[in-house]
């Protein structure tokens, strides 16, 4: 009795640090779940459990119609940038090119088919470049750093060639020489001097190609119509003769690259286009202090979630002895965050560029159309991450992540099949099919196939010089359209179809368990339904008890 007595007080310590271990323990747990709780919840559960306003969804409806909006306005202004350059392209093509039509030939202008016709062709370009600014239409002038006209032959080096005795002696080095007309020099002695040299007697048995290089400088007068301010632009022109193939017909091809450059020095008198630069100006800034709002809240849920992950693993740890699985991390990982994330960060470059080519410092149309029109995108595929709170809608989100591993796998396999097609049409087909030339349309022309566009004309438009090679492209063909249109494409639709099955099984029997859930399950949060009489915002209506189960999808 006295030994009982004597470890009674320590057995009481005991009992009672463990009562308190214990106590410290599901007070943990129940914050921890609270807080688990509160974070998968939508924007309109949060603000009925404590009254949190939906900072963010708030600022994202913002952020579409302003992101929308400079996208438009950017949009308008692109396209009076692209139509100057395809009309000076297609005005360059009537004044240099010699009986041009108006429509090109396949992938090249034109073409000549005799000696004279190729002389005349360049003389007359020559003479054109003399006269650009008495008989252009346009804002056009000759660019006057040490520009000028350039042309350059590149032949075979001396030999001789007799097709009637089937005889060929010829170097297959090539030679270039160039010669330089600069626009001051076309109306003096010394251009006829040029015009009437040795370098003009072509030799077309050994003629490689003829090029004739320009640059001209124009000024886009339309954008004062918009209420902009002009653009300078720089052409850099060039004419290529090709007698490559040497086949008595010159193809003539005609390449403009166009840069726009700032204006050195304008002055534009008119109060309006000031004041309509400034305004927008003050637009674009205010889209970039939302978004960057809006990268800040996103960043900081991000970095919250992170940290609750890490609570949720070390407590699991610590309460079951094991690890946390992967699905089970990756439901505090919100994707929808990282696309806003990266949305943000390309408008808000997007958005600088766009403000520098406003005020004429920066001429990076391309870089810009490219940041807002995918981040505008972006922004776009967002909304479907409020969609997909409400069970209805949230079908497809849902379907399409179930689908999309067995989706990638099952192309990988139909690629390897698609590409063995894709070569084995180009080098078989190719001399035979226009379509088949090159192995980028032959991959075109087959992705069009399998969406059933432009069938008979594939089939029509192959030449019958070839018996063999006429039949091979026929069973070619049809094995094709067979294989891709009634067995791959209705397996890649029966994928997506199985996928939507099971998700429509999940929503009505319930979705599979994981430890988060299993961890939830339990937890009332009856804290955190309160009955609102009313709500400021019209979207936070009471969800349906058969919506809590998808919660956790993200």
């Not at 995918?374 to 497809?396: A, E, M």
């Not at 430890?515 to 019209?538: A, C, N, W």
Request: with cysteine; aromatic share 14%.
């Amino acid at each position: 009795m006295e030994i009982s007595l004597k470890y009674l007080p320590g057995g009481r310590a005991a009992a009672s640090g463990n009562m308190m271990a214990q106590s410290d323990l599901d007070l943990k747990e129940t914050a921890l779940k609270e807080d688990l709780k509160f974070y998968f919840m939508n924007p309109c559960e949060k603000y009925r459990a404590r009254r949190q306003i939906p900072w963010k969804l708030a600022l994202q409806i913002l952020k579409i119609l302003m992101v929308t909006t400079q996208l438009i306005f950017f949009g308008l202004s692109n396209q009076l940038v692209v139509s100057f350059k395809e009309e000076n392209t297609i005005a360059f093509k009537h004044l240099f090119l010699k009986g041009y039509s108006g429509v090109d030939e396949d992938d090249y202008s034109c073409s000549i088919y005799t000696q004279q016709d190729a002389y005349d062709s360049i003389f007359y370009v020559i003479n054109q470049y003399k006269q650009l600014k008495n008989i252009s239409l346009g804002t056009l002038g000759y660019e006057h750093e040490g520009s000028g006209l350039k042309i350059c032959k590149q032949q075979y080096k001396k030999g001789t060639m007799l097709p009637s005795n089937d005889t060929l002696n010829i170097d297959v080095s090539t030679e270039t020489e160039c010669i330089f007309f600069k626009p001051q020099e076309l109306a003096g002695k010394k251009a006829d001097l040029k015009l009437n040299s040795s370098f003009f007697n072509l030799e077309f048995y050994r003629l490689i190609h003829v090029e004739i290089s320009f640059k001209l400088k124009g000024i886009a007068l339309q954008t004062i119509h918009a209420r902009e301010l002009p653009d300078c632009y720089a052409f850099h022109n060039t004419i290529t003769f090709n007698n490559r193939a040497h086949s008595g017909k010159i193809k003539i091809y005609f390449d403009s690259d166009t840069d726009i450059q700032e204006c050195k020095d304008w002055h534009i008198f008119g109060s309006v286009l000031q004041k309509n630069t400034q305004y927008i100006l003050v637009f674009d800034g205010f889209v970039i202090l939302s978004c960057l709002a809006s990268l800040i809240l996103c960043t900081r849920s991000i970095v919250l979630a992170l940290r609750l992950q890490k609570r949720f693993v070390n407590y699991f740890l610590e309460k079951y002895k094991r690890h946390v699985c992967h699905a089970d991390r990756l439901e505090f990982i919100n994707g929808w965050y990282v696309l806003v994330i990266i949305s943000d960060v390309m408008t808000i470059i997007g958005s600088i560029l766009k403000m520098e080519i406003k005020a004429k410092n920066l001429t990076s149309y391309d870089v810009c159309s490219i940041l807002l029109g995918t981040s505008t995108l972006f922004v776009w595929v967002g909304v479907i991450r409020y969609l997909g709170y409400f069970q209805t809608y949230n079908v497809l989100i849902l379907t399409m992540q179930a689908s999309l591993p067995k989706v990638l796998r099952f192309c990988c396999c139909a690629g390897m099949i698609y590409l063995g097609y894709t070569f084995c049409g180009w080098i078989v087909l190719g001399p035979y099919h226009e379509k088949f030339e090159d192995l980028n349309t032959v991959a075109e022309c087959l992705f069009s196939l399998v969406n059933g566009d432009d069938m008979f004309a594939t089939f029509a438009q192959i030449q019958q010089k070839s018996t063999l090679v006429w039949v091979f492209s026929r069973l070619y063909l049809y094995s094709f359209i067979s294989l891709f249109i009634y067995m791959i494409l209705s397996l890649f639709i029966a994928l997506i179809t199985d996928s939507y099955d099971t998700i429509k099984k999940y929503q009505q029997s319930g979705f599979p368990v994981t430890d988060l859930h299993e961890f939830l399950k339990d937890h009332s949060s009856v804290g955190y339904r309160k009955e609102q009489t009313s709500m400021p915002f019209i979207c936070c209506c009471r969800r349906q008890q058969s919506d809590d189960n998808l919660i956790l999808i993200n």
